[in-house]
């Protein structure tokens, strides 16, 4: 149940990744895929270094938006293309 809750948070971190990433985003579904993925990335390390996996909705919001923050700057420097 707790993974099912993480993607729906991640829609909301993907798309609110998408309007505070400077640069154009990926467009409205990958920036949502790149939320949950960034959503349950962020669920997963804030359980590793010990933060609460239940912190209530807005704890909840933050660490999805920092794991969706850090999946879209990984993803573009990964796609960055060579000059």
Same mark, same amino acid.
């Given at each position: 149940m707790h993974l099912l809750w993480w993607i729906l948070?991640?829609?909301i971190a993907g798309w @609110?990744?998408?309007k505070i990433m400077r640069g154009g985003g990926?467009?409205?579904f990958a920036d949502v895929a790149l939320g949950i993925v960034g959503a349950i990335v962020g669920g997963?390390? @804030?359980g590793m270094i010990g933060l609460?996996?239940?912190g209530g909705i807005i704890?909840?919001?933050l660490v999805?938006? @920092?794991g969706s923050i850090l999946v879209v700057y990984l993803f573009r420097l990964i796609t960055r293309k060579s000059s």
């Open positions: 948070v991640g829609l @609110a990744t998408g990926y467009g409205f997963f390390l @804030a609460s996996r239940s704890y909840t919001i999805s938006l @920092a």
